[in-house]
């Protein structure tokens, strides 16, 4: 069983950083794929970043250069290092694993505010 639990979340200036954190209480054999999303209030789940075996990943238009997705198998543990961070970047942040079955964690908020 994988239960999924996030961290790093919080309130954060403008132009300042934050680094996410996920990680899985069980086994990520078999998970394949590990992705962050995002919902802002009253907007629908978005994709942000998504990393593939252990190197590949992408990222969405509104992050790409400003964010980064990691993973340490040895944690099992996925990061999110998110730099110059925006307004627009405000919101709950969910982590997924993805294999045969997907799970989802329980959500961080991130809230950036001058």
């Known amino acids: 069983q994988v239960h999924l639990v996030e961290s790093g979340g919080g309130l954060v200036q403008p132009g300042g950083s934050l680094r996410l954190s996920c990680t899985s209480s069980?086994?990520?054999?078999?998970?394949?794929?590990m992705s962050w999303y995002r919902q802002a209030p009253g907007k629908e789940r978005e994709l942000v970043a998504w990393?593939?075996?252990?190197?590949?990943?992408n990222y969405a238009d509104s992050v790409k250069g400003r964010f980064t997705i990691s993973r340490d198998s040895s944690k099992n543990t996925m990061y999110l290092q998110m730099n110059s961070l925006r307004l627009e970047d405000t919101a709950v942040y969910y982590c997924?694993?993805?294999?045969?079955?997907?799970?989802w964690g329980q959500g961080t908020q991130v809230t950036v505010s001058s």
């Open positions: 069980g086994s990520v054999f078999g998970i394949n794929t």
């Open positions: 990393i593939i075996g252990s190197d590949l990943t």
């Open positions: 997924n694993f993805r294999g045969l079955l997907q799970y």
